[in-house]
């Protein structure tokens, strides 16, 4: 219809509202070509039950801006997929906003956002060299994260830029340089080491680790809990439960460590691995006592993460392992990210190479 000299779409007599002036992206009607070329979007949408009035809303209006919008999904902190976020991902989510979205974006329509738009972001972020390759990748990550929350983009199938970086090598230890390293911890510190060596696991599920976890009757070790930063959460990395094999040189450390706990502390749920001051190691304590050693020997740096996890897997790969044990052992939900261990075969390849009959 025309109203007021300006064309209009009247939803008044189907209870959805009154009058739609504008397209899905907040654009008035500039013809009747143009608002008959909306309707019959509109029809199909309604048809297909993918209609939704708010789309169809004025650029501008509060409910659609970038900052409002932002604030709500922050004070939620939920998923898509209604997963509550774990302290260091609302951390993260909050330093990007106020660092980088809220001064690009501040009041814009959402659905106004393009590839254009994002590209321009995309430029605007710092190239830190002290910082890791990712990091504008982590931005643009949370983002997407964010506008994809909403139906009206994600149909919209928008292009993220990425920064793309050479694949790295990740750095790994042998048995022979883990125990180099492992000299120059207190004795007292090295059964949490050691345990990670052995199996593989996270910093977070380490420390999380509690007697609860143990069952020696059947020999393995129960990862239910982890730590994000320094908040203890029941549900590991990637929400899911998993039970590893325990290493039998680790046998005798652990029935130690546990008669030891039983004599001191009758809790049921008390952490397996403790420090000087008898409560779970801090996630800087614990890496600050590995680098202390490592700058010890005339070992290259290598980071407790790649020291531990890494080097378990490219030496369990090394030993001949199938990929597919290795990822339910460290408890991967991709195979394509326990596919990086791969590299560890590179001995084994030389061997082939500089074979002589």
């Known amino acids: ?20 002036t504008t397209d899905g992206l907040g654009h008035k009607f500039y013809c009747r070509e143009h608002a008959q070329e909306i309707l019959t979007t509109i029809r199909r949408e309604v048809r ?31 998923s898509r997929k209604n997963k509550k976020w774990g302290p260091s ?22 659905r106004t956002i393009d590839d254009a738009v994002l590209l321009d972001f995309f430029n605007t972020l710092p190239i830190q060299q002290d910082a890791k390759e990712s ?23 928008l292009e993220f830029p990425l920064m793309t970086t050479p694949k790295r090598l990740r ?42 976890c143990i069952n020696f009757d059947r020999g393995i070790i129960r990862i239910k809990r982890s730590f994000s ?4 959460i029941n549900i590991p990395k990637n929400n899911q439960e998993r ?22 502390v009758k809790i049921k749920n008390s952490f397996v691995f403790r420090n000087s001051n008898g409560i779970h190691y801090g996630d800087k304590n614990i890496r600050t006592l590995w680098n202390n050693a490592m700058s010890k020997t005339n070992i290259p740096h290598t980071s407790l993460n790649c020291a531990a996890r890494h080097s378990a897997a490219s030496q369990w790969h090394n030993a001949g392992a199938d990929m597919r044990l290795i990822q339910k052992l460290l408890g991967h939900a991709d195979i394509h990210t326990t596919e990086i261990y791969t590299h560890s075969k590179q001995s084994s390849m030389a061997k082939v190479i500089n074979f002589k009959k």
């Open 48 to 78: 297909e039950g993918t209609f939704d009035i708010g789309k169809y809303q004025k650029s501008g209006v509060k409910e659609w801006q970038f900052e409002h919008r932002y604030s709500e999904y922050i004070n939620t902190g939920m």
């Open 171 to 212: 750095s790994w230890l042998s048995r022979e340089q883990q125990n180099t390293v492992l000299a120059f911890i207190k004795p007292h510190h090295r059964p949490i080491f050691r345990f990670m060596m052995l199996h593989g696991t996270r910093i977070c599920e380490a420390r999380a680790l509690m007697n609860d």
């Open 135 to 157: 990091y504008r990748n982590n931005i643009m990550a949370n983002l997407k994260a964010f506008l994809n929350s909403f139906k009206i983009i994600r149909v919209k199938c």
């Open 89 to 110: 991902y609302q951390r993260c989510n909050e330093t990007y906003y106020k660092l980088f979205y809220q001064p690009f974006f501040g009041k814009k329509d959402i």
């Open 243 to 264: 039970d590893i094999p325990i290493a039998n040189e680790f046998l005798p450390v652990l029935k130690s460590l546990m008669q030891t706990k039983e004599k001191v």
């Open 229 to 232: 930063v320094e908040k203890l």
């Open 1 to 20: 219809v025309e109203h007021m000299r300006r064309h209009k779409i009247d939803f008044r007599r189907r209870e959805m509202g009154g009058y739609i």
